[in-house]
Structures are given as structure tokens and as C-alpha cells.
């Protein structure tokens, strides 16, 4: 029960990694909707809509962003985990604490 590929079987039977599809389309969804509320911004803008909605509107844009890169980095983790289990390298997990780094400086 100790090989990579015993791992890599129980990553599979517990949807760690089955749900990179669906992940996908979670993270297109989330910045769809993040392009769409931009353009929405956009005309509030050109609209001369007070500058106050205009920021709030940027922070609930800025927040649905840092969400999605949540989203992303979970992926990220799950993906690392497979393939380190997979194949015992320690590249998997540098590439995982690149990521954690890059999500903490945001």
C-alpha cells in the first residue's frame, strides 16, 4: 500500500483529481462573471455614477479575482499532491510552495 500509484489510486477515488474539468470551468465561470461586472463598471464610469459605488463596485471585483486565485491554488495543491505521490519527486512540492508564495504576496 506504500507505492505511488496506491496514492495516486486513492487520490483518483476520492476525486482529488477527477474535478480538474470541473475546476476549470468554476475558475472560467468566476472570471466571466468578474469581466462582466468590470464592464458594468465601466458604464458607471462613463455614466458619471459617484465614485463612491464606483469603488465598492472595484473591491467586490478585486475580492471575486482573489477568490478565483483561491480557487486556482487549491487545484494547484491537489495536482502537486498526485503527481509527488505519483512519483516521489520533490519538484512537485517546490512547484507547491511557489504557488502558496505567490498567493500569500497578494
Known sequence: HDTPAWYLRL????????GILEDRKAVLNRLSRAIGHLEAIRKMVESGRDWNEVLIQLSAVRSAIGNTGKVILQEE???????????????????????IEWMMKQ
Open 77 to 99: 495543491i491537489r495536482e502537486c499532491m498526485a503527481k509527488a505521490a505519483a512519483s516521489g519527486e520533490e519538484t512537485e512540492v517546490e512547484s507547491l510552495n511557489k504557488a
Open 11 to 18: 487520490f483518483l477515488h476520492q476525486g482529488l483529481i477527477g
